[in-house]
């Protein structure tokens, strides 16, 4: 029979998705001027004492979820956005500070990339379309005077249409998929990593990983996407000392070649079939041996190993 008293394990609370598009115009134009746009989706979420709350109702010290949202989009103003890793510390950073019972919390971004639209030429001030290979995504976290940042992207679908083989596995009665030494190697990239340092140049430092990765996928002669996303990986740890971690997942989106025998022509590896599911999932981790973990930091950040 179980035994011991019931209580309130971690627990945490907030608005999520609070979505925010912040412009800023020119200060010596009109505004009809040259503009730039800013486009997120933030969550914030509060870590502390809120057991009277959850076990008595009691309100006292609850930071109220619009109060949160209110907050978002009163920093976008008084501060800007910059990046969205400096953007959640300075909103970390004010939660914390803010309220004396408030000890840490969780604050994450999606950016999504827009681009001018080209006219007779010229790129447009003030008009812009929704692009980006990427979606760009930040979660800060803060316990006490600790503070972690992570950095990544999603969605990145990536295409190689040779230099990749896959063969030497093991076979059963069950296996059924042919070895090949040339096939389409195809996925979508989600990648996170862990600075080792709040003081970074967050949008530099976030392109030149993001090349690093993608420059490393097509370089690779391919053996499995096991093989390439620790390619991948390691290649970041090794060119940016800031970058303590580095997690990626990778989804094979299959393409099989297509049997087009039955209508007297030959297919040499240029007509596939794009399967959407089932697929193969790969994902790892790669890090410095020896170095300090910091699993708190990845508490909150789903799918991955």
């Given amino acids: 029979m179980a035994t011991g008293d019931i209580v309130l394990g971690p627990n945490q609370y907030g608005k999520a998705e609070n979505r925010l598009v912040r412009i800023t115009r020119d200060p010596e134009q009109t505004a009809g001027g040259r503009h730039q746009i800013e486009d997120l989706n933030v969550t914030s979420q509060l870590r502390g004492d809120f057991v009277a709350c959850h076990v008595e109702g009691d309100n006292s010290q609850v930071v109220a979820t619009d109060t949160q949202k209110n907050t978002v989009y009163a920093f976008a103003q008084q ?33 999504y990339a827009w681009e001018r639209i080209a006219v007779d030429g010229r790129l447009h001030d003030h008009s812009f379309v929704r692009t980006g290979q990427e979606v760009r995504t930040t979660v800060v976290q803060k316990d006490g005077d600790q503070t972690w ?44 990593w862990r600075y080792t340092s709040t003081d970074v140049d967050w949008n530099a430092r976030y392109e030149a990983v993001k090349a690093v990765l993608l420059e490393t996928f097509a370089s690779v002669h391919s053996l499995a996407l096991q093989q390439t ?10 060119q940016f000392d800031d970058v303590a971690e580095i997690k990626l997942s990778c989804p094979n989106k299959h393409h099989f070649l297509v049997d087009l025998e039955p209508f007297g022509l030959d297919n040499p590896n240029e007509v596939f079939f794009a399967a959407d599911r089932p697929y193969g999932l790969i994902q790892a981790t790669v890090q410095r041996e020896g170095a300090p973990q910091a699993p708190q930091a990845w508490a909150t950040v789903p799918g991955f190993c």
């Fill in 79 to 111: 501060h800007g956005i910059g990046s969205p890793e400096q953007f959640l510390l300075t909103l970390g950073e004010h939660f914390v500070t803010s309220f004396d019972w408030v000890s840490g919390g969780r604050w994450e971004a999606e950016l």
């Fill in 149 to 192: 940042v992570l950095a990544g992207f999603k969605d990145a679908t990536v295409l190689k249409s040779t230099g990749s083989e896959f063969h030497g596995f093991p076979r059963d009665r069950y296996t059924t998929l042919r070895e090949t030494t040339d096939r389409i190697l195809a996925t979508s990239v989600t990648a996170w």
């Fill in 229 to 238: 996303i620790f390619a991948m990986g390691r290649a970041v740890l090794e």
